[in-house]
């Protein structure tokens, strides 16, 4: 894999400003975020169970209930009738059975006295039979209308909080009502549903039992709602989306979530302990895999083939491939190849030399002083031109450019000699250097070279920078100019 395409900085490139960061050792949480819904554990639409006319309702709309309280009564009185219709009919056919039940007592007795014949006696058997048979029905009606009865109470199925009511006293409820009663909602304990990606099911199911710990944050991910537990994981991926739907439990106390909800669920999966981290933006893709750029001590970089391991927003873990304390390139990797020079924020742009990094190109430094060395006293246009005159005329690398600048810089040409007795007085040590036209690009020039890094915001912003260092007259950026034009040639225009 390659860092950066075929313009990226090489070994004998111009250096590249980087930006770097030190692999170092961390706790790495492994934190799974999700959007959710706040889905109750239980939701009841409460219906009346027989038909009739509703004499009361018992709840305040939005209470909180509990499982077995009233909350409707409906007129009892036909119901009251029919258990007793049933209970009579019960007797009726309880005392029909005592009679028969005598009955064949006596039979049995005369047939072993051998005074009644043998079909008499089974002829009462089976009477007695049918008696038996009639009081179970008996018994089954006075318990259905009993039932009944009870049913004229409407009561809570379970614990929540009622909704908004669907009927008022004087109407006539039945089961096929669409509306029902009431509807009740369980608010503790309540359901956040989401769904992971499939790659994340089996390191879930793996650490359900030890238990996760769930966050739920209100919609700017600013505010913790509630705080629970993962509770389980569904039993097939989604095809159409493939991800898997699951379950975090939280006991809802102070009541922040709300049924149908949407909230931010943050999941933390695991620490992994004594991690070797590096932030997320120093990791690369290629087509070998991942990869990073390491800082060398000369000012290089190395492409090193790594294995990533767990991510989180901002830091990556490494798995293989690089030591704690190695320095890795965070920004600006994009123009790197493997052995590309860079430098570091702060830094000058030039070689590494035996007293350390130089920001200067090799002889810009004695340059910049020659064209410094105007004659002592000399200020103005006049002490500006000879203090251009010997880098201009070494530039030329002429004989007559090396005299000229010998002449310029010739001693005894200050305020008491003859020659500069009609000089201006010296300018302020803070005045501007003054510069020739061939020492800043022209306004076409200038163009170009932003218009060719437009795309790039980075390399763009490295531009304007050089050109505002040779608007102020800045000898290393006016150097830098000149090599640029030697290199390209008058119509040059790049950086």
Same mark, same amino acid.
């Given at each position: 894999p390659g860092g950066g395409g075929p313009g990226g900085a090489g070994p004998r490139g111009p250096a590249t400003t980087v930006g770097v960061a030190v692999a170092e050792r961390a706790d790495l949480p492994v934190v799974l975020e999700a959007?959710?819904?706040?889905?109750?554990q239980a939701t009841a639409k409460v219906r009346a169970q027989v038909t009739g006319t509703l004499q009361q309702v018992l709840f305040k709309e939005g209470q909180l209930v509990r499982q077995g309280e009233v909350l409707a009564q409906i007129d009892p009185r036909q119901f009251e009738m029919a258990l007793q219709q049933a209970t009579g009919a019960r007797m009726k056919d309880e005392a029909q059975l005592q009679a028969a039940q005598v009955t064949l007592q006596r039979y049995r007795t005369l047939l072993q006295q051998d005074s009644i014949a043998r079909q008499e006696v089974d002829t009462q058997e089976a009477t007695v039979k049918q008696l038996e048979a009639a009081l179970v029905v008996d018994r089954a009606n006075e318990g259905t209308a009993r039932?009944?009865?009870?049913?004229?109470?409407? +009561?809570?199925?379970?614990?929540?909080?009622?909704?908004?009511?669907?009927?008022d006293v004087?109407? +006539?409820?039945? =089961?096929?009502?669409?509306?029902?009663v009431a509807i009740i909602t369980q608010l503790q304990p309540i359901d956040v549903q989401f769904s992971v990606p499939q790659d994340q099911a089996a390191l879930l199911q793996s650490r359900a039992r030890e238990g996760m710990k769930a966050v739920a944050l209100d919609?700017?991910?600013?505010?913790?709602?509630?705080?629970?537990?993962?509770?389980?994981?569904?039993n097939q991926v989604d095809t159409a989306t493939g991800t898997v739907k699951a379950k975090a439990r939280f006991a809802n106390a102070q009541m922040a979530l709300f049924p149908s909800q949407f909230v931010n669920l943050r999941l933390d999966v695991q620490v992994v302990r004594d991690a070797v981290v590096v932030p997320v933006a120093a990791l690369r893709h290629g087509n070998n895999g991942d990869f990073v750029f390491v800082l060398n001590e000369d000012r290089t970089v190395s492409q090193r083939v790594v294995k990533a391991g767990q991510a989180t927003?901002?830091?990556?873990?490494? +798995?293989?491939?690089?030591?704690?304390?190695? !320095?890795?390139?965070?920004?600006g990797a994009d123009r790197l190849r493997d052995g590309s020079r860079v430098v570091l924020p702060g830094e000058g742009r030039g070689t590494p030399g035996p007293g350390g990094w130089s920001g200067r190109r090799p002889g810009a430094s004695a340059a910049a002083g020659g064209a410094g060395a105007a004659p002592q006293g000399a200020s103005g246009p006049a002490a500006a031109d000879m203090a251009r005159a010997p &880098?201009?005329? &070494?530039?030329?690398?002429?004989?007559?450019?090396?005299?000229?600048?010998?002449? /310029?810089? &010739? #001693?005894?040409?200050? /305020?008491?000699?003859?020659?500069?007795?009609?000089?201006?007085? #010296? /300018? =302020? &040590?803070?005045?501007?250097?003054?510069?020739?036209?061939?020492?800043? =690009?022209? =306004?076409?020039?200038?163009?170009?070279?932003?218009?060719? /890094?437009?795309?790039?915001?980075?390399?763009?912003?490295? !531009?304007?920078?050089?050109l505002e260092a040779l608007d102020r007259g800045d000898p290393a950026a006016v150097e830098r100019w000149h090599a640029i034009q030697q290199r390209r040639g008058p119509g040059g225009g790049g950086q």
């Open positions: 959007l959710g819904t706040v889905t109750p039932l009944n009865l009870g049913y004229t109470r409407v +009561v809570a199925p379970i614990t929540g909080r009622v909704g908004l009511r669907q009927v004087g109407n +006539v409820v039945s =089961p096929g009502d669409a509306n029902g919609r700017t991910r600013s505010t913790a709602l509630e705080t629970g537990v993962f509770a389980s994981l569904d927003v901002d830091k990556v873990q490494i +798995v293989q491939g690089l030591q704690l304390g190695e !320095r890795v390139i965070t920004e &880098a201009s005329a &070494a530039r030329a690398g002429g004989p007559a450019g090396r005299a000229q600048g010998a002449a /310029a810089a &010739a #001693p005894g040409a200050g /305020a008491g000699s003859p020659a500069g007795a009609d000089l201006p007085a #010296p /300018a =302020p &040590a803070s005045a501007a250097p003054a510069t020739a036209p061939g020492d800043k =690009p022209t =306004p076409e020039q200038r163009q170009r070279m932003l218009d060719s /890094a437009a795309g790039d915001p980075e390399q763009l912003a490295r !531009r304007r920078k050089f």
